[in-house]
T-cell receptor, first 116, second 111 residues
Framework: NAGVMQNPRHLVRRRGQEARLRCSPM?????VYWYRQLPEEGLKFMVY????????ESGMPKERFSAEFPKEGPSILRIQQVVRGDSAAYFC??????????????FGPGTRLTVT | DQQVKQNSPSLSVQEGRISILNCDYT??????FLWYKKYPAEGPTFLIS?????DKNEDGRFTVFLNKSAKHLSLHIVPSQPGDSAVYFC??????????FGTGTRLQVFP
């Protein structure tokens, strides 16, 4: 999927544990987006980040969820004290960030989180 | 509040024929629309997009049509191939980079 890397691909956590999902954008892309897909649903926007900045977090649950995209290294989506309802596929996408010919967001393979 | 709707959860088409996938939206401020294809256990793959200033965009076997007055867009695949069998999502954005996705249509192309 166009070079966006996500790890781990599968993550199992018990209720109350923390989950850390990582995303490395495509080379040359400075904009990262996180989406969540619950079973039998479409993808829902969570958060949009640029390096060291959160641009739009309107889709993030108010508690337990946080995201960062540091100057060096991958973007991290962190879920504290996971609950069964957090079980979903989490997708990261990246783009060059400028509307135009290469505006499209390119998605990684996703991390499937299972909370037991 | 589902701003982007794909009312057909599934579609079955014979190989070689045309596949038409439909998408409706409610937000008149959307100005960019995209189609993605998704296989199980993989991330969505970008197919084709269209700006609201256009009413048609074509790329090989894929054509997207936009009818702004009806708030409707469609994806035409012709000729359909078995490898096109997947879930197709339409998505829209409103002058931002946040994509609003529909719930998807599962396309099956049979020989």
């Amino acid at each position: 999927n166009a070079g966006v890397m996500q790890n781990p691909r599968h993550l199992v956590r018990r209720r109350g544990q923390e989950a850390r999902l990582r995303c490395s954008p495509m080379k040359g892309h400075s904009h990262v987006y996180w989406y969540r897909q619950l079973p039998e649903e479409g993808l829902k926007f969570m958060v949009y980040l640029q390096k060291e900045n959160i641009i739009d977090e309107s889709g993030m649950p108010k508690e337990r969820f946080s995201a960062e995209f540091p100057k060096e290294g991958p973007s991290i989506l962190r879920i504290q004290q996971v609950v069964r309802g957090d079980s979903a596929a989490y997708f990261c996408a990246s783009s060059p960030g400028v509307r135009g010919a290469d505006y499209e967001q390119y998605f990684g393979p996703g991390t499937r989180l299972t909370v037991t | 509040d589902q701003q982007v709707k794909q009312n057909s959860p599934s579609l079955s088409v014979q190989e070689g024929r045309i596949s038409i996938l439909n998408c409706d939206y409610t937000n008149s401020m959307f100005d960019y629309f995209l189609w993605y294809k998704k296989y199980p256990a993989e991330g969505p793959t970008f197919l084709i997009s269209i700006s609201s200033i256009k009413d048609k965009n074509e790329d090989g076997r894929f054509t997207v049509f936009l009818n702004k007055s009806a708030k409707h867009l469609s994806l035409h695949i012709v000729p359909s191939q078995p490898g096109d069998s997947a879930v197709y999502f339409c998505a829209a954005s409103e002058n931002t980079d946040k994509l609003i996705f529909g719930t998807g249509t599962r396309l099956q192309v049979f020989p």
